[in-house]
């Protein structure tokens, strides 16, 4: 069951908020929806993203003014919430593990196990729920900050001709190899890192044989979380061992808020709509 539960008209389209039942997580989701003007004419493509630790759905689409681009660029902006929710849903304290930090994977361990597969609920459900209610392409696009920069490049990574492009802000691209990741992944994956290779970026591009899909990244020189937590070095050194395209731009002066988003998402949906475009 669908249900519309916010609407607001947007840069001449519309900004929408839906809940739907997600089989994969066994629970309801909130998802936010942006279709353009160019929807009223005809189908459109779309770019997922997927926001960090502690976000929901609100995060992206209230505060990185990416609606004004997918408006001049004819693009559909998909927003899921970054975790099941619901009464029954495992939690833990702190902000870095259980709601609002599902790392985007399926996690095999209890009492985790039971709700959150954030990766089954990306790269299948939700698109098979986005394309049975929305009339879109079939050309896919996705993008993430910090945790959902992590999810954004390993889906593409490990799902070669899903999307036409990737991209990221201040993603934490080594999870195996920092703290962020160390604790998710022992929790969710348990303790066996071989389960986790699966989803660590820096592992990925070692086998990323069938597509050399290029990895858009922006990180903002003044984060705090820039040494310990997001590496960008570590994937930098992967890609140039594995002749890996990586265009990393880092920006002195900025931090890891939505601050840093807002000031180069146009570029990021400039980057996508050339790709998603591009028949």
Not at 59 to 79: D, E, V, W
Not at 155 to 163: C, D, F, S, V
Not at 177 to 185: D, I, M, S, T
């Amino acid at each position: 069951m669908t249900a519309r539960i916010e609407h607001h008209a947007c840069f001449g389209g519309t900004q929408s908020v839906y809940r739907h039942r997600a089989e994969a997580l066994a629970c309801d989701m909130t998802v936010g929806v942006y279709l353009p003007p160019q929807y009223a004419k005809g189908p459109c493509p779309v770019m997922y993203w997927l926001s960090g630790l502690t976000c929901t759905e609100q995060n992206f689409i209230t505060k990185a003014g990416a609606q004004r681009y997918a408006a001049a660029h004819g693009l559909i902006l998909i927003a899921p919430d970054t975790s099941p929710r619901g009464e029954d849903v495992a939690d833990a304290e702190g902000y870095d593990l259980g709601k609002g930090a599902g790392f985007y994977l399926n996690a095999t361990q209890s009492p985790w196990a039971a709700h959150y597969r954030m990766y089954d609920y990306i790269v299948d459900e939700l698109p098979a729920w986005v394309e049975a209610n929305f009339t879109t392409s079939g050309a896919r696009a996705i993008s993430g900050h910090s945790m959902g920069g992590h999810g954004a490049l390993m889906i593409a990574l490990r799902n070669p001709g899903r999307y036409r492009s990737v991209s990221a802000f201040s993603p934490i691209v080594a999870p195996s190899q920092v703290p962020w990741g160390e604790k998710a992944f022992s929790n969710y994956l348990g303790e066996d890192r071989a389960a986790w290779r699966q989803y660590d970026t820096v592992e990925l591009v070692a086998s990323a044989l069938t597509e050399r899909l290029p990895l858009k990244i922006d990180q903002g020189g003044a984060d705090e979380f820039l040494d310990t937590q997001l590496r960008p070095d570590l994937l930098k050194a992967a890609c140039a061992a594995n002749d890996h395209p990586l265009a990393l731009g880092i920006h002195e002066g900025y931090d890891h808020t939505y601050y840093f988003i807002q000031s180069f998402i146009g570029a990021h949906l400039d980057y996508h709509a050339a790709a998603l475009h591009a028949d």
